[in-house]
T-cell receptor, first 113, second 112 residues
């Protein structure tokens, strides 16, 4: 069964460094998403991406963040100049159609020291 | 903007007992509603979804939810809890913008 994959599973970085979180969505899906979950808190929507552009973003997704689909398979989240409060689990998701089920990856745990 | 509220951050039931996890939504347009389950150290798995068809939605693992517009609710139920149901459950809503907003989650504990 196809699934969303994410790498790395755990990323440790120093405050102020840039990180890139990678996702491979399900191959025939057209919509891609990033969410984050700070430890013990709810899952928060960051951004949705369709047709090579951002279709929606939350107030959390500021200039520190960017997303890219560099090739036909990968979908990346870049966090510039990481802060301690960026420490969280980051989930990638994809869906085939608008308002269809979103399939989630296993997440990348980001720890900023 | 749309939002969901999950009443009760922690619910504990005995094995074999009824499971009821509450979710109320707020949306300015007819919503799409979802329940996801998260097992420890795993991602989110869809249990069921409401997309304006039947108001009683059946999902995986014996769960179901009923959309009640008059109460703006989408509570999740299961007639008989199993030990394997212990997990975190998230209600979520999306509207025409397709960005999904999650509730704070309810941790379900099942006692033997």
């Amino acid at each position: 069964e196809p699934e969303v994959t994410q790498t790395p599973s755990h990323q440790v970085t120093q405050m102020g460094q840039e990180v890139i979180l990678r996702c491979v969505p399900i191959s025939n899906h057209l919509y891609f998403y990033w969410y984050r979950q700070i430890l013990g808190q709810k899952v928060e929507f960051l951004v949705s991406f369709y047709n090579n552009e951002i279709s929606e973003k939350s107030e959390i997704f500021d200039d520190q963040f960017s997303v890219e689909r560099p090739d036909g398979s990968n979908f990346t989240l870049k966090i510039r100049s990481t802060k301690l409060e960026d420490s969280a689990m980051y989930f990638c998701a994809s869906s085939r159609d608008y308002h269809n089920e979103q399939f989630f990856g296993p997440g990348t745990r980001l720890t900023v020291l | 903007a749309q939002s969901v509220t999950q009443l009760g951050s922690h619910v504990s039931v005995s094995e074999g007992a009824l499971v009821l996890l509450r979710c109320n939504y707020s949306s300015s347009v007819p919503p799409y509603l979802f329940w996801y389950v998260q097992y420890p150290n795993q991602g989110l798995q869809l249990l069921l979804k409401y997309t304006s068809a039947a108001t009683l939605v059946k999902g995986i693992n014996g769960f179901e939810a009923e959309f009640k517009k008059s109460e703006t609710s989408f509570h999740l139920t299961k007639p008989s809890a199993h030990m394997s149901d212990a997990a975190e459950y998230f209600c979520a809503v999306s509207d025409r913008n397709n960005d999904m907003r999650f509730g704070a989650g309810t941790r379900l504990t099942v006692k033997p």
